[in-house]
């Protein structure tokens, strides 16, 4: 099937690594071309192409129009869909390729939550930091031992982690630490049961009773309307002392003021790649804390979350075959 991919300059600044990969896989299988967009500028339309692939901008009507052969399309804004194209599509009778879910993302955000955990329970960032600046760093009270006993510390092995949520993220983050050793649950009223035991995590159904034991605390949601908030303040008062908290997803599925106030009065320890206010401000007082591990919100773009986002798709061409899948060439330039 004759396919156009067409770029817009947004599209690169947040996934800078796809089209290029979206290229590479469909060459074995199509007869495609790939057409960058410098800003300003618009796209003359294919009168051939069957399929398209429009990246980083809203499609409308008038656009559509000079694909007039195109039988399926893939859109998005950068992040998602507009609506109103679906809704175009729809009306056309297109068939409209989706990615169904964020899954693409999973693992490297998964695998970042991991290493927050890690980093925080054995304050690996703090230590790197005083290193830099003070020999009193290699001033143990006890000799090698780092950790903080007024919060979660040493190995996850042993731990008992509570995971809100068991989607893709969270099922993978479940999965990790469970293979380390840690007592899971987890709380999520819309996944099946496979997404609790391929993850060794056990379901728990109240998401009131899920935090009450908790050593480590992650909230592991995506925020939508009815997930914001859904960490309420009560729940946050009611997770154990010294209880570590995992934010790898968004901040704001959490009562933020209330779990702010407790890591502020070292009630609890926090690793953090996400906040409710972004750019988190210079002098924000979870900076620099002894108890906060904080990043600056990359735990899903990587190269790898880059390529997934474009295999996830080739993936669902009828003409897809794996055995013609070529190794990823694109990693050349990073």
Known sequence: MRTTIVVHPRFDEIWPFA????HELLQPIAEVALTRLEPGTAHAGDPTAERLFWLGAALDAATLDGFPAVREVFSTEGYRSNGETNALLEERGIR????????????????????LTIGALRRIPQTHHAMLTDLSAWDYPAEQFGDDPAFASGTVEGK????????????????FVNMLGADVAAWDPFASDP?????????????????LDAEIFAPMVPLTPSTEGIVTAEIIRSLPVGCLVVLATRARVCDVAE???????DELSLAADVFDLEPVPFDDPLLGRHNVVHTPHNAGRTIDSN???????????????PEKVPAASVRARA
Not at 96 to 115: K, M, P
Not at 164 to 172: D, E, F, K, L, P
Request: proline fraction near 1%.
């Open 160 to 175: 008992r982690v509570r995971i809100v949520g068991a989607g893709n993220i969270a099922s993978r983050y479940a999965s």
């Open 307 to 321: 390529l997934r986002w474009a295999e996830l798709l080739v993936a669902q061409l009828e003409e897809y075959d």
């Open 96 to 115: 409209r390729i989706d990615h169904g879910s964020e899954g693409y993302w999973a693992q490297s955000v998964s695998e970042f939550a991991l290493g």
């Open 19 to 22: 089209a290029d990969r979206l």
């Open 195 to 211: 997404s609790f035991h391929r993850a060794g995590s056990r379901r728990e159904y109240s998401l009131e009773r899920l935090p």
């Open 259 to 265: 779990l702010r106030r407790r890591v502020l009065a």
